[in-house]
């Protein structure tokens, strides 16, 4: 018997050579998030040890530690697609047999932007709560442990004049910031004070946001200082695990865990097969997946800091004060794979909370174009019979108090006949909203139906994408986001296939504009609506059947690359 230890970097890598009188060999390559990996890696020891093999023929396991958003960016790649805050892989990457990311959250992201990955398995086979870490003097400052802390209560403090300096793992790219981003939307309650409040704490946190655990983890207090406390990070959504490692290197100022309401999803590191395993793989997979099943697997998981994907804890996990025996913490939704019965999350939920983090922190320009049709008037059921243009109206305030000053925004509105013989009619310019967002909040005012009005909707997304492209920014993402109601009816504008012929010839690869298209209520053609998105390089179609719910998919459609929800 052979064994290979490879360290490298942040990879850690362990390859177990079985002897035991099988023929051949298969070689299982499993990449999993870097926390968990020593653990799986000594579950596979011990099942090679006991002799690994699939019908006859050895098996071979190499298992490296790798940051998930790695793995994620090369799936993207090869699925041409991409995912919000994440950066292009090489296209040299190579894919794992078994893919074990932290977070469900992975597998929902890519699934909603490539419909052909389809991973396997995806049993839990551990859990970490996701708590607000925060250095303990601080923490006794409000409370803890006697207090019962909830996301309400941290959001006020964020948001005052005595508030906590928040800091976040980017969320685009670490499953504990976007679990923490999640909890606290869930929080968020309906009225335009709670949502003021929930984009307050959105900006806080976005302010002390780093790009990779570690830098943030960095950022907490060294000393007991009083001005070290008041000037490092003092609250962030992160891991138990990560709070268990961090204490284990005895600081000066150890962390606390605050295990708040309601619930964010846990880490549930999930045990995905990958399509491109063959079928020999696919059956070593599951051997090793059975491995990672059996009593001795939650001590492996204790040392590291980990859970048993039931919440409960092996020999030696180190608990922090307050911790529940039992953690019962929402896990991801199903990926619809075997073996993943969690609930209550989704795609459009994570790609919600992605758009509203997009808006604030990334530099955009966006025109918006809205439709004045008369059909705009019908009444909304579920919005107290508000007419459809009342609901974009409360749909745009909302979206323009969430786009940060890194924004340049324009308003056009369309129906027929706007100025002259026009469809459309320009409200105000693509203009910062450092100097014009007062003046575009007042335009949204004009978001009025006009009576006998019907819907020039080709003319209007050539004009608007030709316009975009033409002032075309560089360090930016530079869109088009149209609402309608209706199917195009102007009798006196261009056809569907002079418009898609026009918008494919416009397409430049070093000038992208993204053609984002809402279309409100049951009466619109997705059909058409897909063909026009369709035939730009990058864009997608979102429907809001229930116009009350245009809000959400707004920001849904900030954060998605692909356009798919309906």
Same mark, same amino acid.
């Given at each position: 018997m052979a064994i290979v230890v490879v360290?490298?970097?942040? $990879?850690?890598?362990?390859?177990?050579? %079985?002897? =035991?009188?099988?023929?051949?060999?298969?070689?299982?390559?499993?990449?999993?998030?870097?926390?968990?990996?020593?653990?799986?890696?000594?579950?596979? =020891?011990? $099942?090679?040890?006991?002799?690994?093999?699939?019908?006859?023929?050895?098996?071979s396991v190499n298992v490296s530690g790798v940051n998930p958003g790695s793995v994620a960016s090369t799936v993207a790649l090869k699925h041409r697609v991409s995912l919000t805050g994440l950066g292009a892989s090489s296209q040299s990457g190579t894919l794992p047999d078994v893919w074990v990311p932290d977070s469900t959250t992975w597998l929902l992201r890519l699934r909603s932007e490539a419909s052909g990955f389809q991973p396997t398995d995806g049993t839990s086979i551990a859990k970490s709560p996701v708590v607000v870490a925060m250095p303990k003097p601080v923490a006794e400052t409000i409370g803890w442990p006697d207090r019962k802390i909830g996301w309400n209560d941290l959001v006020a403090r964020m948001t005052t004049g005595n508030s906590l300096r928040t800091g976040i793992v980017d969320p685009t790219r670490d499953a504990s910031g976007l679990a923490g981003l999640l909890a606290l939307g869930s929080a968020a309650g309906g009225t335009p004070a709670a949502q003021r409040a929930q984009v307050g704490a959105l900006r806080a946190l976005a302010s002390g946001s780093s790009s990779l655990r570690d830098d943030l983890l960095e950022k907490f207090p060294r000393s007991t200082d009083v001005a070290e406390l008041t000037s490092a990070i003092s609250a962030a959504p992160l891991s138990e695990e990560d709070v268990i490692g961090y204490n284990a290197e005895s600081p000066v100022v150890p962390l606390v865990a605050l295990y708040l309401e309601p619930k964010p999803p846990a880490l549930d590191y999930p045990y995905a097969v990958l399509p491109e395993a063959d079928l020999t793989k696919q059956a070593a997979a599951t051997g090793l997946r059975k491995a990672l099943q059996q009593p001795e697997f939650k001590n492996d998981l204790a040392r590291v800091g980990l859970r048993g994907a039931d919440g409960t804890t092996g020999t030696g996990f180190s608990a922090p004060t307050g911790a529940p025996d039992t953690a019962s913490a929402s896990p991801a939704a199903s990926t619809g794979t075997e073996g993943t019965a969690a609930a209550g999350l989704d795609a459009s939920a994570i790609n919600r909370a992605l758009g509203s983090w997009a808006a604030i922190t990334l530099p955009g320009r966006v025109l918006a174009v809205f439709d004045v049709s008369g059909?705009?008037?019908?009444?909304?059921?579920?919005?107290?019979?508000?007419?459809?243009?009342?609901?974009?109206?409360?749909?745009?305030?909302?979206?323009?108090?969430?786009?940060?000053?890194? $924004? %340049?925004v324009g308003t056009w509105i369309f129906s027929t006949e706007l100025d002259g013989k026009l469809p459309y009619k320009e409200i105000v310019p693509i203009s910062p909203l450092t100097s014009a967002r007062s003046e575009l909040k007042a335009s949204i005012a004009q978001i009025k139906p006009k009576e006998g009005g019907a819907t020039g909707l080709y003319n209007t997304a050539l004009a608007a994408y030709k316009k975009v492209q033409e002032d075309w920014q560089a360090g930016r993402i530079n869109s088009v986001i149209l609402f309608t109601d209706g199917k195009d009816e102007n009798k006196d504008g261009i056809s569907r296939e002079t418009l898609i012929a026009e918008l494919k010839k416009a397409q430049d690869p070093k000038r992208p504009v993204r053609m984002v298209i809402i279309g409100i209520g049951n009466e619109v053609d997705a059909n058409e609506l897909d063909a026009i998105a369709g035939a730009t390089s990058s864009g997608g179609v979102f429907i809001a059947q229930d116009p009350a719910k245009i809000s959400d998919i707004f920001r849904e459609a900030i954060a998605s690359r692909s356009g798919v929800a309906r």
């Amino acid at each position: 018997m052979a064994i290979v230890v490879v360290i490298a970097g942040s $990879w850690f890598g362990y390859q177990q050579l %079985a002897d =035991k009188g099988c023929s051949g060999q298969v070689l299982l390559n499993v990449a999993t998030s870097t926390d968990i990996a020593p653990a799986v890696a000594a579950a596979a =020891k011990r $099942w090679s040890d006991g002799g690994a093999e699939v019908n006859g023929t050895c098996v071979s396991v190499n298992v490296s530690g790798v940051n998930p958003g790695s793995v994620a960016s090369t799936v993207a790649l090869k699925h041409r697609v991409s995912l919000t805050g994440l950066g292009a892989s090489s296209q040299s990457g190579t894919l794992p047999d078994v893919w074990v990311p932290d977070s469900t959250t992975w597998l929902l992201r890519l699934r909603s932007e490539a419909s052909g990955f389809q991973p396997t398995d995806g049993t839990s086979i551990a859990k970490s709560p996701v708590v607000v870490a925060m250095p303990k003097p601080v923490a006794e400052t409000i409370g803890w442990p006697d207090r019962k802390i909830g996301w309400n209560d941290l959001v006020a403090r964020m948001t005052t004049g005595n508030s906590l300096r928040t800091g976040i793992v980017d969320p685009t790219r670490d499953a504990s910031g976007l679990a923490g981003l999640l909890a606290l939307g869930s929080a968020a309650g309906g009225t335009p004070a709670a949502q003021r409040a929930q984009v307050g704490a959105l900006r806080a946190l976005a302010s002390g946001s780093s790009s990779l655990r570690d830098d943030l983890l960095e950022k907490f207090p060294r000393s007991t200082d009083v001005a070290e406390l008041t000037s490092a990070i003092s609250a962030a959504p992160l891991s138990e695990e990560d709070v268990i490692g961090y204490n284990a290197e005895s600081p000066v100022v150890p962390l606390v865990a605050l295990y708040l309401e309601p619930k964010p999803p846990a880490l549930d590191y999930p045990y995905a097969v990958l399509p491109e395993a063959d079928l020999t793989k696919q059956a070593a997979a599951t051997g090793l997946r059975k491995a990672l099943q059996q009593p001795e697997f939650k001590n492996d998981l204790a040392r590291v800091g980990l859970r048993g994907a039931d919440g409960t804890t092996g020999t030696g996990f180190s608990a922090p004060t307050g911790a529940p025996d039992t953690a019962s913490a929402s896990p991801a939704a199903s990926t619809g794979t075997e073996g993943t019965a969690a609930a209550g999350l989704d795609a459009s939920a994570i790609n919600r909370a992605l758009g509203s983090w997009a808006a604030i922190t990334l530099p955009g320009r966006v025109l918006a174009v809205f439709d004045v049709s008369g059909s705009m008037s019908t009444a909304v059921p579920t919005a107290n019979n508000r007419s459809r243009a009342a609901v974009t109206r409360a749909a745009a305030e909302q979206g323009l108090d969430l786009f940060d000053d890194k $924004w %340049a925004v324009g308003t056009w509105i369309f129906s027929t006949e706007l100025d002259g013989k026009l469809p459309y009619k320009e409200i105000v310019p693509i203009s910062p909203l450092t100097s014009a967002r007062s003046e575009l909040k007042a335009s949204i005012a004009q978001i009025k139906p006009k009576e006998g009005g019907a819907t020039g909707l080709y003319n209007t997304a050539l004009a608007a994408y030709k316009k975009v492209q033409e002032d075309w920014q560089a360090g930016r993402i530079n869109s088009v986001i149209l609402f309608t109601d209706g199917k195009d009816e102007n009798k006196d504008g261009i056809s569907r296939e002079t418009l898609i012929a026009e918008l494919k010839k416009a397409q430049d690869p070093k000038r992208p504009v993204r053609m984002v298209i809402i279309g409100i209520g049951n009466e619109v053609d997705a059909n058409e609506l897909d063909a026009i998105a369709g035939a730009t390089s990058s864009g997608g179609v979102f429907i809001a059947q229930d116009p009350a719910k245009i809000s959400d998919i707004f920001r849904e459609a900030i954060a998605s690359r692909s356009g798919v929800a309906r």
